[in-house]
Nanobody, 120 residues
Framework: QVQLVESGGGLVQVGGSLRLSCAAS????????MGWYRQAPGNQRELVAI???????NYADSAKGRFTISRDNAKNTVYLKMNSLKPEDTAVYYC??????????????WGQGTQVTVSS
């Protein structure tokens, strides 16, 4: 069984920074894509950023220039460094691991979510 455990959320003032971490545990051979999504109250879950095993990345327009996604393949961990935070970044942030190769097949997993609140 694979689990994703997130950490690093919290309350921060406008213009501040936070770093989210998400570690995947279990019997994992490889993870093709890892990423971060977020969901604000009343909104649908939306992509923030993804990073592939080869290090290539994609960002939502709202994240470009302010957020940086990175990963440590040896630790099956993905990070999201968020700078210049705005009130509209307030949301629950979810970690995703896509195409996780395990002993029983290839699956997609989600973390439990971590709250990020940006106060003005």
């Amino acid at each position: 069984q694979v689990q994703l455990v997130e950490s690093g959320g919290g309350l921060v003032q406008v213009g501040g920074s936070l770093r989210l971490s998400c570690a995947a545990s279990g019997t994992i051979f490889s993870i093709n894509v890892m990423g971060w999504y977020r969901q604000a109250p009343g909104n649908q879950r939306e992509l923030v950023a993804i990073i592939r095993g080869d290090g290539t990345t994609n960002y939502a327009d709202s994240a470009k220039g302010r957020f940086t996604i990175s990963r440590d393949n040896a630790k099956n961990t993905v990070y999201l460094k968020m700078n210049s935070l705005k009130p509209e970044d307030t949301a629950v942030y979810y970690c995703n691991a896509g195409a996780v190769h395990t002993t029983t097949g290839v699956y997609n997993y989600w973390g439990q979510g971590t709250q990020v609140t940006v106060s003005s």
